[in-house]
């Protein structure tokens, strides 16, 4: 099972990273792909996870002080 969850994290850190790209959030896959995962709680709690984990690394990695 162990295994299993790091394919869901791997899944839900590539699903961050491509709504990163400008207007992906337009795409109407991507915005069906997106309630899906919101739909699913397993998973909506990994990519909440997934998505405070970049914010407050991108915020450190753009602290120059």
Do not use: C, G, H
Not at 45 to 51: C, H
């Amino acid at each position: 099972f162990e295994k299993q969850d790091e394919l869901k994290r791997s899944a839900m850190r590539a699903v961050a990273a491509l709504l990163t790209i400008p207007e992906a959030e337009k795409s109407p896959l991507m915005s069906e792909f997106q309630s899906q995962i919101s739909s699913n709680p397993e998973l909506a709690a990994i990519f909440e996870s997934i998505q405070k984990d970049s914010s407050s690394t991108n915020l450190e990695s753009m602290d120059t002080s």
